[in-house]
């Protein structure tokens, strides 16, 4: 294993970490953690759960010492961050932003998606991307921002 992919997950969750602590006030942070672990963090274990082990169709390796569960140790905990951030800058006042919002994150996600596919710590059949691995994020951001604010953990926009 080489040292970029050995590095690479810590330091992507500790950059977002110390990002996390720097812009979102700790009482934001308190309320928007626990939504953020169960739909970015549980949902990142359930997700390649099913895609990686019942449908094939992503696949991490090259694990090293962070292997747990068939899945890199840091990915449920990178995905927790990324809800807290995406849930922080959600734009509850306007409609098309919101829209427009949920697809950046899809798109970064992508584009996520393919930079650890080039450092070769992950992997997806060739048809997956760009469109299905797309609208599987979409999709994702989708139901987080809606279950976000179904469980009540803000007021609903609408």
């Known amino acids: 294993m080489e040292l970029a992919q050995a590095l690479?997950?810590?330091?992507?969750?500790?950059?977002?970490?110390?990002?996390?602590?720097?812009?979102?006030?700790?009482?934001?942070?308190r309320r928007l953690f626990p939504p953020a672990a169960v739909i970015g963090g549980l949902g990142?274990?359930?997700?390649?759960?099913?895609?990686?082990?019942?449908?094939?169709?992503i696949w991490f390796k090259n694990?090293?010492?962070?292997?747990?569960?068939?899945?890199?140790?840091?990915?449920?905990?990178?995905?927790?961050?990324?809800?807290?951030?995406?849930?922080?800058?959600?734009?509850?006042?306007?409609?098309?932003?919101?829209?427009?919002?949920?697809?950046?994150?899809?798109?970064?996600?992508?584009?996520?998606g393919l930079l650890v596919r080039n450092i070769e710590l992950y992997d997806f059949k060739p048809w997956f991307f760009p469109l299905p691995m797309f609208l599987t994020f979409l999709g994702w951001f989708s139901f987080a921002i809606w279950a976000y604010y179904a469980l009540g953990a803000a007021e609903s926009p609408d």
Do not use: K
Request: hydrophobic share 55%; charged share 10%; aromatic share 22%.
């Open 44 to 57: 990142d274990v359930i997700t390649v759960f099913i895609f990686q082990d019942i449908l094939g169709i």
């Open 63 to 112: 694990h090293g010492i962070w292997e747990c569960a068939n899945q890199h140790f840091f990915s449920p905990i990178g995905w927790t961050l990324v809800m807290v951030l995406f849930f922080y800058f959600f734009p509850a006042e306007h409609r098309i932003m919101r829209y427009l919002y949920t697809a950046s994150w899809a798109t970064l996600a992508v584009g996520y």
């Open 8 to 29: 690479f997950y810590p330091s992507f969750v500790l950059i977002v970490t110390v990002a996390v602590f720097i812009i979102i006030p700790r009482t934001e942070l």
